[in-house]
Nanobody, 117 residues
Framework: QVQLVESGGGLVQAGGSLRLSCAAS????????MGWGRQAPGKAREVVAG???????MYADPVKGRFTISRDNAKNTISLQMNSLKPEDTAVYYC???????????WGQGTQVTVSS
């Protein structure tokens, strides 16, 4: 099992910035990819960014150039710096970690991000 705890959500005006953090614990030694997903009301959850243990990064098109993911393997944490936020970025943001041995994705409890226009 992997436990993930997010922090850093909140309310911000359009054009503003927020930084999300996620701390991982438990069976994290066999996790490779960690990242962030989000779910807006009435929509399916989508992955917005991911990073491998080696540092390979991917971003979903809607957030490229605005969001930056980072990972600290020594501290078992990842962060998401979100700049130039838009109202359409409003969602619950979830941290995730992929356990490659059992091919399972673990999710955190989520943190609300609200961007006002």
């Amino acid at each position: 099992q992997v436990q993930l705890v997010e922090s850093g959500g909140g309310l911000v005006q359009a054009g503003g910035s927020l930084r999300l953090s996620c701390a991982a614990s438990g069976s994290i030694f066999n996790t490779n990819v960690m990242g962030w997903g989000r779910q807006a009301p009435g929509k399916a959850r989508e992955v917005v960014a991911g990073v491998t243990r080696a540092g390979t990064i991917m971003y979903a098109d809607p957030v490229k150039g605005r969001f930056t993911i980072s990972r600290d393997n020594a501290k078992n944490t990842i962060s998401l710096q979100m700049n130039s936020l838009k109202p359409e970025d409003t969602a619950v943001y979830y941290c995730y970690a992929d356990n490659q041995d059992i091919a399972r994705r673990f999710w955190g409890q989520g943190t609300q991000v609200t961007v006002s226009s």
